[in-house]
């Protein structure tokens, strides 16, 4: 049995969810999302609450299932009331980020600027080398912060590059270390 899966979530005031063929729509203040549910998952709404079940609960695929789309409807959820963010951070002598109409305009070290596309559902600021960046989808932002960063990962030594602000960096010891040491 799935404790995620198991549990009923609720629907806050302000927002709509309907089941259309074997997709669900939420619909609330910041927005709507959509999903298509698989054939296993059951999804039932009585009284402002939401319930997820599978047709067999002892098989692993469809327990794994279960969970995943009742924290998948959970994030929906809390994508059009509350909305998500996130940061990332530019570090490094000579590195910027201005936007550049609805994209970001990023030098990082490299002999050329890098243009970043922003996709839609996903609005970004800039200040100063910081990038903030919102959505209603979750997976949406998540995936296009982790672009973000795979354009300049940062690096262990200096700790230059794109990074999360939230995220440490293992910084390493260089040459003049393991010289001192022998």
């Known amino acids: 049995m799935s404790r995620i899966g198991k549990k009923p979530i609720q629907i806050p ?3 709509t969810a309907e089941i259309t063929n074997s997709a669900l729509k939420i619909k609330g203040p910041k927005g709507e999302l959509f999903r298509v549910l698989p054939d296993r998952i059951k999804v039932a709404i009585v009284d402002g609450v939401i319930s997820v079940s599978v047709a067999n609960p002892e098989d692993k695929k469809e327990r794994s299932l279960w969970g995943a789309y009742a924290a998948h409807i959970n994030n929906m959820i809390e994508g059009v009331t509350k909305g998500f963010k996130k940061d990332l951070e530019i570090n490094g002598v000579g590195f910027r980020v201005a936007m550049q109409g609805t994209d970001l305009k990023l030098e990082v070290g490299f002999s050329h600027s890098v243009i970043f ?18 959505s209603v989808d979750k997976e949406m932002l998540g995936q296009t912060a982790a672009e973000l960063r795979s354009v300049k ?6 700790g230059k590059g794109i990074k999360y602000t939230d995220e440490t960096i293992r910084r390493k010891a ?3 270390a393991t010289k001192a040491a022998a």
């Open 13 to 15: 005031a302000g927002v």
């Open 117 to 134: 596309k922003i996709p839609d559902g996903v609005t970004a600021a800039v200040e100063k080398n910081i990038i903030k960046l919102e």
């Open 153 to 158: 990962k940062p690096e262990p030594y200096k």
């Open 174 to 176: 260089g040459k003049t």
